[in-house]
């Protein structure tokens, strides 16, 4: 179960640097549209790091507890939210649905943690 969870969190890292990366791609100039756009990466790539802390330190009940609730509220926004607002795009957005579905394997193993 630790690979998979370490697994889930490389992939919403590398979700959120991708995210990041494709920023000018998305906006060619620099705004505040392209500046959210990218926070929305990093929003990610810190909740990843949350994880992979979390998944190295597994004696750290405050720091599971902390984890579970950066993944129940990146649920909220990418696994719900998102899925929510983009309910017609989603061909267009498959990445919507992988970041939700990692985020909801990393809310149970941190919740899972928790509760251990």
Same mark, same amino acid.
Do not use: Y
């Given at each position: 179960?630790?690979?998979?969870? =370490?697994?889930?969190?490389? !992939? ?29 990466? %990093?929003? %990610? ?8 802390? =979390?998944?190295? =330190?597994?004696?750290?009940? %405050? ?10 509220? *990146?649920?909220?926004?990418?696994? !719900?939210?998102?899925?929510? *607002? +983009?309910?017609?795009? *989603? ?11 990692? !985020?909801?394997?990393? %809310?149970?193993?941190? +919740? =899972?943690?928790?509760?251990?």
């Amino acid at each position: 179960m630790k690979m998979t969870d =370490r697994i889930f969190a490389w !992939i919403v890292l590398l979700l959120g640097c991708v995210h990041c990366a494709v920023t000018f791609v998305v906006h060619k100039t620099f705004t505040v549209e392209a500046i959210w756009f990218v926070s929305g990466g %990093l929003v %990610l790539i810190f909740g990843a790091l949350l994880n992979l802390v =979390r998944i190295a =330190r597994r004696g750290d009940r %405050l720091l599971a507890r902390v984890s579970a609730l950066a993944n129940v509220l *990146l649920f909220a926004l990418f696994g !719900i939210a998102m899925t929510w *607002l +983009l309910r017609g795009d *989603l061909k267009q957005n498959p990445q919507v649905i992988l970041v939700a579905i990692a !985020i909801a394997a990393e %809310l149970g193993f941190s +919740l =899972r943690q928790c509760f251990r």
